[in-house]
């Protein structure tokens, strides 16, 4: 069983639309990455998030660490969003220290 | 100019030829990760590098070696390629602590027939 998981894997949407993807995870941490992969394949960091809610531009993401589980949403969806959203919990404790484990994607499209 | 570099970019070899794929940073992290990405697999860590004298195998670190070095530079080899390590790798970088970002390369994408 994967440590991480993600729901949908797939999702598709119309332009304007609300999204929300979802990760749960089942190691003990304290904070949890979101990261963004382009349809060119290159990844860039969302957010990291220890508590509560941050939010950038129309992207927000929230955790709940007792849970276990965390939100990424995008408000009023554009094509430009379309890309493979990926969650990611760091290891504690030992030799993996500071390592990831990052869930399986979720493969977002927008439709104009 | 970006901050983590990976060349080659794309690159397409034989089964038994040996490979060696390259990365860069100008962040002056101490940290470096290699990890290859395969479709519904996610990423998955190959090796990584808390500092240049410390290399670390990850969960998949079999049939890779690697090199650190110097802080900047981080090289993964395929001593003896072979059709299964066909994939999208990436190198990352990371401050120390248990909750910096880590900052990824653009990838290389690998064919081996």
């Known amino acids: 069983k994967n440590e991480v998981e993600q729901s949908p894997q797939n999702l598709t949407a119309q332009e304007g639309e609300f999204i929300t993807i979802n990760c749960s995870y089942s190691?003990?941490?304290?904070?949890l990455h979101w990261l963004q992969q382009h349809p060119g394949g290159g990844i860039v960091s969302l957010f990291m998030?220890?508590?509560g809610k941050k939010k950038h531009g129309r992207l927000i993401a929230t955790i709940n660490i007792q849970e276990k589980h965390s939100s990424l949403h995008i408000t009023a969806s554009h094509p430009r969003d379309s890309a493979v959203y990926i969650c990611?919990?760091?290891?504690?404790?030992?030799?993996?220290?500071?390592?990831?484990?990052f869930g399986q994607g979720t493969i977002l499209t927008v439709h104009p | 100019d970006a901050d983590v570099t990976q060349t080659p970019r794309n690159r397409i070899t034989k089964t038994g030829k040996r490979i060696m794929l390259e990365c860069s940073q100008t962040?002056?992290?101490?940290?470096m990760y290699w990890y290859r990405q395969d479709p519904g697999l996610g990423l998955r860590l190959i090796y990584y590098?808390?500092?240049?004298?410390?290399?670390n195998k990850g969960e998949i670190s079999d049939g890779y070696s690697v090199s650190r070095q110097a802080q900047a530079k981080f090289s993964l080899s395929l001593e003896s390629a072979i059709p299964n390590q066909t994939a999208l790798y990436f190198c990352?970088?990371?401050?120390?602590?248990?909750?910096?970002?880590?900052?990824f390369g653009p990838g290389t994408r690998l064919t081996v027939l």
């Open positions: 590098s808390f500092d240049v004298k410390d290399i």
């Open positions: 190691v003990g941490i304290s904070a």
């Open positions: 990352a970088t990371s401050e120390g602590g248990l909750y910096n970002e880590q900052f």
């Open positions: 998030l220890s508590s």
């Open positions: 990611a919990v760091p290891n504690a404790g030992g030799t993996s220290y500071g390592k990831l484990t």
């Open positions: 962040k002056g992290h101490d940290r």
